[in-house]
């Protein structure tokens, strides 16, 4: 009965004292940011009460002695100290609580019972490296600060969908903790992880006393990032300097979430230690100047997950040249860089490439392969402005062609003329600067030189004689001498062999037009005898033509020529016919027109069979005679004089008349 009187009066004051004005904080929860043995201690709780003129003290009481070891004042603060010297024995029970004050009135939050020793949190884990390949996110974390291992839980999704969680532990002997999180590929992830300390397990049996630290950032997962795409190189010459406006497109939405950031890496300066510059950027541009050397730059694209590898941009030296003056002397103070390198071939860079800063012309000249073509460049730096003063291949000695020019061909060769043609002696077997060809030309007795310019190939022979034969020799020649003959043999035509070189060009197209001429012509027959058929011939078996009076009468006569008579009735007038058009069989109602040449293809064919004579001519009635069958027998019909009835076929227009004296029964 009294145990519920007390509680009854606790209610009672707490709340007067709440309808008064004073609301208790929460628990204060206590804790140290590592397991090391010296570190201090930190206690917090929320406010509740949101007047100003309110304080704070805390109190901390040995749960098995009942006496208290601090009491500590924090003002209007929510949080206070605690040095470690204060609590003493950090592994007994403690009791905990704090008490507010607002003006006369106190307060006290709920009471804790910890173990000191085991309030360890950490503090939130800090990403640090992040890779993502081939669908792996491979991560790198901080370590705490008593480098212990340590508990981690992780959590990731895709965006605006639902958290997955994982835990992990760590070891005590790593240098960064890591994990490895399989994610899908072309999908980008958000993810947060917290850690929590491994405590003694004898003394830390309550798992309401460990603490997790709080969660990290969430951190946006992008998609591997692909290989930087230059889209634009710009150059600009002007007096020894080229000026380099390089531009690349922008990465996909996907691959830069969270940002990407770009590293390049120059080398435009030879004698600069380091040669290579290295510049970060987030713009996608960036401009340079350089010298007519050769420059290289590199690009690599990072974002949060990765690096994609570097995109390498060669920009060449400008084109060589095949000779020059003497080289030019730098007499003003400014810094000079002079680039030197054997030619392989000749003609191309090698990749051993020398440069010297104190150096002169006369010092690397000394030094080279002899008989061998080198290439220099002689740079200044001006105000950082680079420039490129001087350029020319060079000799430390020279020799004389060790090969004549190659593929020596005579052609256009005419009664009096012709033209030579040769491929230049290559560079490596020239051992020196070539100066001229010299050319050769022996026949009749006589013999000429010619100098060619050493850039020249072909050379015309002039003021030959007709049907001569003559020998064409030709041989480079440098300073130090002239190399071997390339020799070539021909004829020139007799004068009466006719045309020229450009008559035979007009006769051939001449030619060529009359060929496409009667291949045009046959083409265009045969295209026309597929579009119009040709007319054939009417064909009519006459074994099948028969009288139903005398099946016996089949005999014909081969004749050159046949008259077709007209019977009729003398008691009627006759009709007048145009003998040029027709023939009249009037005595059987028969009438054959003979159609000239041309066919109206709209004309329809009708059937023989709907004749009412069943003696039709003969096809091939042509130089025969048509016999007619006797006797006739008329019978009454219905038919009216004078009807007629027509058919075409094959070729042939026959009409077919009946008149009332031939009204017979076929």
């Known amino acids: 009965m009294g145990m519920r009187v007390a509680v009854l009066l606790l209610v009672v004051s707490v709340s007067l004292t709440e309808a008064a004005g004073c609301i208790p904080t929460t628990s204060p929860w206590c804790y140290k940011n590592s397991t090391l043995p010296e570190e201090d201690f930190m206690c917090k709780w929320d406010k509740r009460n949101p007047k100003e003129n309110q304080t704070h003290t805390l109190f901390i009481r040995d749960s098995e002695k009942k006496s208290f070891i601090m009491c500590a004042k924090s003002g209007n603060h929510s949080e206070k100290y605690i040095p470690l010297e204060e609590l003493g024995n950090t592994k007994r029970n403690t009791d905990v609580w704090v008490q507010t004050q607002v003006d006369n009135l106190t307060c006290n939050s709920s009471k804790i019972s910890v173990i000191f020793e085991c309030l360890v949190k950490y503090s939130a884990p800090q990403i640090t490296r992040m890779k993502r390949s081939a669908g792996i996110l491979s991560l790198k974390l901080d370590k705490p600060k008593d480098n212990k291992s340590v508990k981690y839980e992780i959590r990731w999704r895709e965006r605006d969908s639902e958290w997955k969680n994982a835990t992990f532990e760590t070891e005590d002997s790593t240098i960064q903790d890591s994990y490895k999180l399989h994610l899908q590929k072309q999908k980008i992830y958000q993810i947060q992880l917290r850690r929590q300390a491994k405590l003694q397990p004898h003394l830390c049996k309550d798992s309401l006393q460990t603490l997790w630290s709080d969660w990290s950032p969430v951190v946006d997962v992008p998609l591997e990032i692909s290989l930087p795409l230059v889209r634009q190189l710009v150059e600009e010459w002007t007096n020894g300097t080229r000026h380099i406006n390089l531009t690349w497109d922008e990465p996909s939405a996907e691959e830069s979430v969270g940002g990407v950031w770009y590293k390049l890496n120059v080398s435009v300066w030879a004698c600069e230690k380091p040669k290579r510059k290295e510049k970060r950027t987030l713009d996608r541009t960036y401009k340079t100047s350089i010298t007519y050397s050769e420059a290289r730059i590199s690009i690599i694209a990072t974002n949060k997950v990765g690096s994609s590898p570097p995109r390498e941009i060669t920009i060449p ?87 004549g020019p190659g593929n020596v061909n005579i052609s256009n060769v005419t009664h009096e003329s012709a033209v030579v043609s040769w491929l230049s002696i290559p560079v490596a077997e020239q051992r020196g600067f070539l100066l001229h060809h010299l050319i050769w030309i022996s026949g009749q007795g006589n013999t000429t030189l010619h100098e060619v310019q050493a850039n020249e190939t072909s050379f015309e022979i002039k003021k030959l004689h007709p049907g001569a034969s003559y020998t064409v020799s030709i041989a480079g020649e ?27 060009t007009i006769l051939s197209v001449l030619v060529v037009a009359l060929l496409c001429t009667i291949i045009c012509s046959v083409a265009v027959k045969r295209f026309k005898s597929k579009l119009i058929p040709k007319v054939p011939s009417p064909v009519i078996d006459t074994s099948e033509i028969r009288c139903p009076q005398d099946q016996d009468l089949r005999q014909t006569e081969e004749v050159h020529e046949f008259v077709l008579l007209q019977r009729q009735d003398l ?70 004089d004078n009807d007629t009835e027509s058919t075409y076929r094959n070729g042939m227009f026959f009409e077919t008349r009946i008149l009332e004296c031939d009204k017979t029964s076929l």
Not at 333 to 362: D, H
Not at 478 to 504: I, R, Y
């Open 317 to 403: 030296a400008v084109k060589h040249l095949s000779n020059c003056d003497k080289p030019s002397n730098i007499t003003q103070n400014y810094q000079t860089c002079l680039e030197w390198y054997k030619l392989e071939n000749g003609e191309t860079r090698t990749s051993t490439v020398n440069s010297s800063g104190n150096a002169s012309f006369k010092d690397i000249e000394k030094g080279v392969e002899k008989f061998v073509r080198h290439y220099y460049f002689l740079h200044i730096m001006r105000k950082k402005h680079l420039q490129t003063v001087d350029m020319c291949p060079f000799y430390s000695e020279q020799g004389a062609p060790i090969e």
């Open 478 to 504: 440098t300073m130090a001498g002239k190399g071997p003959n390339s020799t070539v043999n021909f004829e020139t035509h007799s004068e009466e062999m006719g045309l020229s070189w450009q008559e035979q």
């Open 571 to 640: 008691s009627k007038p006759s009709e007048n016919v145009i003998p040029e058009q027709s023939t009249l069989l009037q005595g059987f109602g028969l009438v054959v027109f003979e159609e000239e040449d041309e066919v109206d293809e709209e004309d329809e064919v009708t059937d023989l069979s709907s004749m009412k004579s069943c003696c039709y001519p003969n096809p091939s009635y042509r130089g025969q005679t048509l016999q007619l069958p006797e006797p006739f027998h008329t019978t009454e019909s219905t038919l009216n």
